[in-house]
């Protein structure tokens, strides 16, 4: 395995045929020289996005966590991690979060995300953002922060990576603003035992978690004087409507009628 205190020109050297560790190697050696790493993976659903930046990461950083460095649906999760002074630390974006990178939603989060991202290239991170179409990103993002585009055609099929090379000034035709050399053609490689059931177990912890989060927003809990039980309420106009149970049950089944409170 090289050294990733190689210089530039050493990595030059390797060319259009990267293999997977030459594109680890590639990836740290940016670290080292003091930059941050966006890569975009795409391909179609189920195709494996998530468990080759798994891989990756694993590889580069033994340290990488599925359950701490993947985010699929708490955007919190994302700035408790993107605010760690950890350079070189990998985080995987997954497509239910990773598409709010994009100013055209108009969201004020989906604003400050692009931002931040476009100003902090200098906390040295790894940025893995799984995500059907790259055209899903924040054009900015897409044409110049990220580095590496890899795209999975099929359930685990053969991964090809490209490098972006800017030269919308050299050449205004081409698309995106962006030149993608391709640098690798490889095998899909081998996910380590028990990542994907650690990596579904997590996805689908913390899409409980979004899903309560979500639910309880603007809402207040109050108790049915019928049944006793503490009901999540949502103010609508001037009426607070009832609509859950805390422990999750519809409420009118529980006691037959409509809460009083």
């Known amino acids: 395995m090289r050294s990733f205190e190689e210089s530039p020109r050493q990595i030059e050297a390797l060319g259009e045929s990267w293999s997977l560790n030459d594109f680890s190697y590639v990836i740290k050696s940016r670290i080292i020289q003091k930059y941050d790493c966006i890569i975009l993976v795409t391909g179609p659903e189920g195709s494996g996005k998530s468990g080759f930046a798994q ?54 989060e989906s604003i400050q995300l692009v931002e931040e991202m476009i100003e902090g290239r200098f906390k040295r991170k790894i940025i893995w953002m799984c995500i059907p179409r790259k055209e899903v990103i924040d054009p900015y993002l897409r044409k110049f922060r990220a580095k590496y585009w890899v795209w999975i055609p099929e359930i685990r099929g053969k991964v090809t990576i490209r490098e972006a090379l800017w030269r919308e000034f050299e050449n205004p035709k081409i698309k995106d603003g962006t030149w993608w050399e391709w640098r690798g053609f490889n095998e899909y490689p081998p996910v380590p035992k028990g990542f994907e059931a650690i990596y579904d177990e997590h996805k689908k912890k913390e899409k409980k978690a979004y899903d309560m989060k979500r639910m309880t927003f603007g809402s207040e809990i109050k108790v049915c004087k019928k049944c006793g ?33």
């Open 55 to 108: 891989w990756m990461s694993h590889h580069i950083d033994s340290k990488f966590r599925i359950e701490k460095h993947c985010v699929f649906y708490d955007i919190d999760h994302f700035w408790r991690l993107w605010r760690e002074d950890s350079p070189g630390q990998n985080i995987i974006l997954d497509e239910a979060v990773a598409q709010l990178f994009n100013r055209k939603h108009s969201h004020t």
């Open 229 to 261: 039980t503490q009901i999540f309420f949502k103010k609508i106009g001037k009426n607070w409507i009832p609509y859950e149970a805390t422990d999750g049950r519809e409420h009118i089944p529980l006691c037959g009628k409509s809460p009083a409170v």
